[in-house]
Nanobody
Framework: QVQLVESGGGLVQPGGSLRLSCAVS????????MYWVRQAPGKGLDWVST????????YYADSVKGRFTISRDNAKNTVYLQMNSLKPEDTAVYYC?????????WGQGTQVTVSS
């Protein structure tokens, strides 16, 4: 059974940091590119970041570049999103995605709220 379980969300003040994790099972994690996407209240999905299978190539949306870092540990079947210098506009539900060819898997999401 395919599972992607995000964790690490919560309430943080502007300028603070959070580290999201996405633990996966049920498929060969190391063969999948991993994505983080987010959905702010009342808005559509926004792509945040991508990492390739080996963790050697990463991509970021302009809105998070320089503040967020994506990484993965293929031995632990986990992808991470380190979020620093958080802003109120980062408030959203964050989802991890696994993609390989036509296969796309989603997690259930974790809420991140940035507020003073």
């Amino acid at each position: 059974q395919v599972q992607l379980v995000e964790s690490g969300g919560g309430l943080v003040q502007p300028g603070g940091s959070l580290r999201l994790s996405c633990a996966v099972s049920g498929f060969t994690f190391s063969s999948y590119w991993m994505y983080w996407v987010r959905q702010a209240p009342g808005k559509g999905l926004d792509w945040v970041s991508t990492i390739n299978t080996g963790g050697t190539t990463t991509y970021y949306a302009d809105s998070v570049k320089g503040r967020f870092t994506i990484s993965r540990d293929n031995a632990k079947n986990t992808v991470y999103l380190q979020m620093n210098s958080l802003k109120p506009e980062d408030t959203a539900v964050y989802y991890c995605n696994a993609v390989r060819g036509f296969n796309l898997y989603w997690g259930q999401g974790t809420q991140v709220t940035v507020s003073s």
